[in-house]
């Protein structure tokens, strides 16, 4: 329907604008006689028509008046363009009736100038109006999205599901949403007026101020931060907050912060790094636990079966047939080849050298280990590094076992290294080598998804410290592995260090 009626008015507005061209042509024609009539006196009809006979005039100035109306009224009627082409259809026709017919050469041509002149100062009035007009409508449409969206914004601030709240510089908050009722406890109306340091920890405080003064400096902050609030019975919200500043004439005015609450978000997290933690422990301490068995028992009546048959052998040797003998023979190397196995395997489980001499020898044994078993050359480098606590050393010699075991399975590397050194308040260990590399997932956790469990492992475990754990590698580039971890655990304050 309403494509009808515009379909309706469009044809009427067309319909006007041929009325008024007809209008414009049928009068244009007429004056255009009346002007030449001294030409056309011969003629039938036409040579009647004659304005300044009809007003008994001398003078043909009339035509030129009626000239510039009609180049008024075409410019109004039909648009700019058709006025421009009268005003010159119309000085062509006055000029050569100057420069012809017209026995007042001058006077014509100063009559003819004069209408040519006011009609284009007309048509111009006519656009410079039509201009203003048209800006006008810009201007009301324009407020009108602008109402519009301010609407909009104030209902998507109203009802958004994150808190907002802005405040001025000082700290004092200016505007807030419902979201931020219950994250603090208090109303709008109450939340209005109070100053932020309110709801802040001094701890707290100092992360604000930090921000506020990096914002100040010019410097994005892009990722979203933890913060924490105080509500107003007392208990703790963490929220993830992002704050931009708001700049007006060039000077900062205030600042917008948008708020997740995460509270419950991140007590689950730290319940699942618990459990993880405690998992992990409870894996160490099960193999900790075979590996002494494994060494303590099993290896020793592995070794004591293989001295019992070599004394049998070595007893019984003139008494046995050269078969027997062969038998008791490998019989004695299939009982070495088995206490060598388990003490191999104990040793992979929880090897002593950990517990006994610390991170930095059991580190060297790791790559000696390695370029026995994989002929891959191992280059181990460290640094002296300050006392760590047991379960920092036993991430890292996990993270450093694993990796070296990915370089001997996957990566046909000829030569690797490992590099452990003190950085400040870190330990940074790499693992890298010379093999064919591989093709590096979006984010680190699509490991998992992509059946590398083992990489995910020793990211996990680095983060359950406090770390930070780096892949790179291409393929046909080789590989290297990062790992960053404080020389304290990051909850070092909360609960007491317990060994894995």
């Known amino acids: 329907m309403r494509t009808d009626y515009a379909g309706r008015q469009q044809r009427r507005i067309t319909d006007l604008r041929n009325l008024h061209f007809w209008v414009i042509a049928v009068l244009f024609v007429a004056v255009t006689l009346s002007h030449y009539a001294e030409l056309l006196s011969e003629i039938p009809v036409l040579g009647q028509i004659s304005l300044p006979a009809a007003l008994d005039l001398e003078r043909h100035s009339v035509e030129r008046l009626l000239y510039l109306l009609l180049v008024i009224y075409s410019a109004w009627a039909l648009g700019i363009t058709e006025g421009w082409v009268l005003w010159l259809s119309s000085g062509v026709a006055m000029a050569v009736r100057s420069f012809i017919i017209s026995p007042y050469l001058r006077d014509a041509l100063l009559e003819s100038s004069a209408s040519l002149v006011v009609s284009a100062l007309a048509i111009m009035l006519v656009r410079a109006r039509q201009q203003a007009r048209q800006g006008q409508e810009m201007l009301e449409k324009a407020m009108e999205n602008l109402d519009s969206s301010r609407q909009r914004y104030e209902e998507l601030f109203t009802d958004a599901s994150d808190a907002i709240w802005i405040h001025d510089m000082e700290g004092d908050i200016t505007l807030a949403n419902k979201a931020c009722e219950k994250l603090t406890g208090f109303s709008v109306a109450e939340l209005t007026g109070k100053n932020v340091s309110q709801f802040l920890s001094p701890e707290a405080l100092a992360l604000a101020r930090e921000v506020k003064q990096r914002l100040l400096k010019g410097e994005a902050i892009e990722e979203r931060y933890e913060q924490r609030l105080v509500r107003r019975d007392g208990s703790e919200a963490i929220v993830q907050l992002a704050t931009r500043l708001i700049i007006s004439d060039g000077r900062p005015r205030a600042l917008e912060n948008l708020a997740r609450d ?45 001295r019992r048959i070599d004394n049998l052998s070595s007893e ?97 590397a000829a030569e690797a290294s490992l590099v452990l050194e003190h950085q400040g308040n870190e330990i940074r ?72």
Request: net charge negative.
């Open 429 to 500: 260990m790499t693992v890298s080598d010379n093999g064919k590399g591989f093709e590096l997932p979006q984010r680190l956790g699509d490991f998992a998804s992509q059946g590398k469990l083992g990489l995910a492992g020793m990211a996990e475990r680095a983060r359950l410290v406090g770390g930070d754990f780096e892949v790179n590698s291409q393929p046909g580039m080789g590989s290297r592995i990062a790992v960053r971890v404080p020389t304290k655990l990051f909850d070092e304050e909360s609960r007491q260090a317990r060994p894995l």
């Open 316 to 412: 019984a040797g003139s008494y046995l047939s050269e078969k027997l003998r062969s038998e008791f023979e490998e019989l004695y190397g299939l009982s070495q080849q088995a206490y060598e196995s388990v003490k191999r395997y104990a040793q992979a489980l929880r090897p002593r050298i950990l517990d006994d001499l610390g991170l930095l020898p059991a580190l060297e044994w790791l790559g000696q280990e390695a370029s026995k078993l994989s002929g891959v050359r191992v280059e181990v480098k460290t640094t002296t590094v300050p006392p760590l606590t047991p379960e920092t050393q036993l991430v890292l010699f996990r993270i450093a076992q694993e990796a070296l075991n990915n370089i001997n399975r996957h990566s046909e």
């Open 262 to 306: 995460v509270t419950e978000e991140k007590k689950l997290r730290d319940n699942l790094q618990f459990y993880l933690r405690e998992c992990l422990r409870a894996q160490e301490e099960e193999r900790k636990r075979l590996a002494s068995e494994l060494h303590d028992d099993t290896s020793q009546v592995l070794l004591l079966l293989s």
